[in-house]
């Protein structure tokens, strides 16, 4: 084979197992001749296959420059370390010889998905200092890392490197996180060690509802540690909820940011400031009802108790919808699911809701348990549950039964002991899928 000749081509391949470990196959396809380890002047480096990254991002990553001099050795260590990236779900590259120059071609398939990257409490830093020190290990960094591969390893040591030149003490850690607003997973970076106590909170854009009054809603997060998920979820599922009674079901808060402070009432903490966009306050338009067949579109509306006209008031239509399940549960619908879709009209600053409705099978009563009680006591709660077996079963009676007949039998327990007996009662219901039918268990402990 002459000098002009290509000098083999080499694959990588990797597979996610079990806990995500990563195998790594190496695949000699064409062997390396006689020339293998002469060095030569590395004259191009291509990359192929790439859909999100761009070449020259892979370039600096693989340490390979052009005008060095290289052999085949140091193309094989280049490739690895782009393997271990986890950037790349399979990776190979052949190397052509004209002379004294080569030509190395990398033909690449990117990984399946990067995590998007959170740094959950690094409040020393702003967020452009901290993506130029990770910058200096991980050139490509763009705000994302690979779900496997020894890229996250070198984010957290950017991210120890700056927490000591600040000379602060503190363990950088990082995990998978799901958002539980979005669903979408997330590679979430920690400093552990260090206390960071929320020292005030603002809430800019406030109106519709005073910014005192989120911060008097908002008072467990003072003093608290701070946490960019805990504050954001917070907001969302506390303060959001005051917005939807008000009818601004579109209110919006953006992530906490947080400034450093040194007051001496709150030694190293931080001012945090939640934006909020509040939006318009919406009316109700209708509802429209779909894949209904036991109840009518107006059982339905009246179920629900929103009229046009009146202020769209998110804890109303949520009790509602509630309202809707009870009235499927009372005829043997137990299993009634329904889908909601809403539609805004900024200009009427109307809001319309699209109900589609799974009613599923009836359900009728199946057998009723007491446990706990001699057996004279049960048969004499027994003799109180109207509900007879194989009747469409209604989830209502079983509230009913719990506040009048089951209230008044324990009431005469009680009197029964003395006083000495004050049983807790809990009742369960086990639906049986198969046949339709629902066995109440009720338990004396």
């Given at each position: 084979?002459?000098?002009?000749?290509?000098?083999?081509?080499?694959?990588?391949?990797?597979?996610?197992?079990?806990?995500?470990?990563?195998?790594?196959?190496?695949?000699?396809?064409?062997?390396?001749?006689?020339?293998?380890?002469?060095?030569?002047?590395?004259?191009?480096?291509?990359?192929?296959?790439?859909?999100?990254?761009?070449?020259?991002?892979?370039?600096?990553?693989?340490?390979?420059?052009?005008?060095?001099?290289?052999?085949?050795?140091?193309?094989?260590?280049?490739?690895?370390?782009?393997?271990?990236?986890?950037?790349?779900?399979?990776?190979?590259?052949?190397?052509?010889?004209?002379?004294?120059?080569?030509?190395?071609?990398?033909?690449?398939?990117?990984?399946?998905?990067n995590l998007p990257v959170v740094f959950?409490?690094?409040?020393?830093?702003?967020?452009?200092?901290?993506?130029?020190?990770?910058?200096?290990?991980?050139?490509?960094?763009?705000?994302?890392?690979?779900?496997?591969?020894?890229?996250?390893?070198?984010?957290?040591?950017?991210?120890?490197?700056?927490?000591?030149?600040?000379?602060?003490?503190?363990?950088?850690?990082?995990?998978?996180?799901?958002?539980?607003?979005?669903?979408?997973?997330?590679?979430?970076?920690?400093?552990?060690?260090?206390?960071?106590?929320?020292?005030?909170?603002h809430f800019p854009g406030a109106d519709?509802?005073?910014?005192?009054?989120?911060?008097?809603?908002?008072?467990?997060?003072?003093?608290?540690?701070?946490?960019?998920?805990?504050?954001?979820?917070?907001?969302?599922?506390?303060?959001?909820?005051?917005?939807?009674?008000?009818?601004?079901?579109?209110?919006?808060?953006?992530?906490?940011?947080?400034?450093?402070?040194?007051?001496?009432?709150?030694?190293?903490?931080?001012?945090?400031?939640?934006?909020?966009?509040?939006?318009?306050?919406?009316?109700?338009?209708?509802?429209?009802?779909?894949?209904?067949?036991?109840?009518?579109?107006?059982?339905?509306?009246?179920?629900?108790?929103?009229?046009?006209?009146?202020?769209?008031?998110?804890?109303?239509?949520?009790?509602?919808?509630?309202?809707?399940?009870?009235?499927?549960?009372?005829?043997?619908?137990?299993?009634?699911?329904?889908?909601?879709?809403?539609?805004?009209?900024?200009?009427?600053?109307?809001?319309?809701?699209?109900?589609?409705?799974?009613?599923?099978?009836?359900?009728?009563?199946?057998?009723?348990?007491?446990?706990?009680?001699?057996?004279?006591?049960?048969?004499?709660?027994?003799?109180?549950?109207?509900?007879?077996?194989?009747?469409?079963?209604?989830?209502?009676?079983?509230?009913?039964?719990?506040?009048?007949?089951?209230?008044?039998?324990?009431?005469?327990?009680?009197?029964?002991?003395?006083?000495?007996?004050?049983?807790?009662?809990?009742?369960?219901?086990?639906?049986?899928?198969?046949?339709?039918?629902?066995?109440?268990?009720?338990?004396?402990?």
């Amino acid at each position: 084979m002459s000098k002009d000749d290509t000098m083999g081509i080499r694959h990588y391949d990797i597979e996610q197992i079990a806990r995500n470990a990563i195998s790594i196959v190496l695949l000699i396809i064409a062997g390396a001749n006689c020339h293998a380890q002469e060095q030569v002047t590395l004259r191009r480096v291509e990359i192929t296959g790439l859909k999100r990254l761009k070449a020259q991002q892979v370039i600096d990553l693989s340490g390979l420059k052009v005008g060095d001099t290289t052999k085949r050795d140091a193309i094989d260590a280049a490739a690895q370390k782009l393997m271990d990236s986890g950037l790349f779900k399979k990776l190979g590259y052949h190397m052509s010889i004209k002379g004294n120059e080569a030509v190395v071609t990398f033909e690449v398939e990117e990984a399946a998905r990067n995590l998007p990257v959170v740094f959950e409490n690094f409040v020393w830093f702003s967020e452009q200092e901290i993506a130029r020190a990770i910058r200096q290990d991980v050139p490509f960094f763009d705000g994302t890392a690979p779900e496997a591969g020894a890229t996250a390893d070198k984010i957290a040591a950017a991210l120890r490197r700056l927490l000591s030149q600040k000379n602060i003490s503190g363990q950088v850690e990082f995990l998978p996180y799901v958002d539980t607003a979005t669903g979408k997973v997330e590679l979430l970076f920690t400093v552990k060690g260090v206390k960071i106590p929320v020292c005030s909170l603002h809430f800019p854009g406030a109106d519709a509802i005073p910014e005192e009054d989120l911060i008097k809603a908002a008072q467990p997060l003072l003093k608290s540690d701070y946490s960019r998920k805990d504050l954001s979820g917070f907001a969302l599922y506390t303060l959001f909820p005051l917005y939807r009674h008000i009818g601004h079901l579109r209110a919006q808060f953006q992530q906490p940011t947080a400034s450093v402070e040194e007051p001496a009432a709150c030694a190293g903490g931080v001012a945090v400031t939640i934006p909020v966009d509040e939006g318009v306050a919406y009316s109700w338009d209708k509802a429209e009802w779909i894949g209904n067949q036991v109840l009518t579109p107006d059982d339905l509306t009246t179920a629900l108790g929103m009229k046009t006209g009146e202020l769209a008031d998110g804890i109303k239509i949520d009790k509602g919808v509630k309202e809707l399940r009870r009235a499927y549960g009372g005829r043997g619908y137990i299993a009634v699911r329904s889908k909601e879709a809403s539609t805004f009209d900024d200009s009427t600053k109307q809001v319309s809701y699209r109900f589609e409705i799974t009613e599923g099978p009836r359900y009728f009563m199946g057998a009723l348990i007491v446990n706990g009680l001699p057996a004279e006591d049960a048969e004499s709660l027994k003799a109180k549950w109207t509900l007879g077996n194989n009747a469409v079963f209604n989830e209502s009676y079983i509230d009913d039964f719990k506040h009048t007949a089951l209230r008044d039998f324990v009431r005469s327990l009680t009197q029964k002991s003395g006083g000495n007996l004050r049983p807790n009662v809990e009742i369960e219901t086990k639906p049986n899928h198969e046949k339709q039918t629902v066995d109440v268990v009720i338990t004396f402990k």
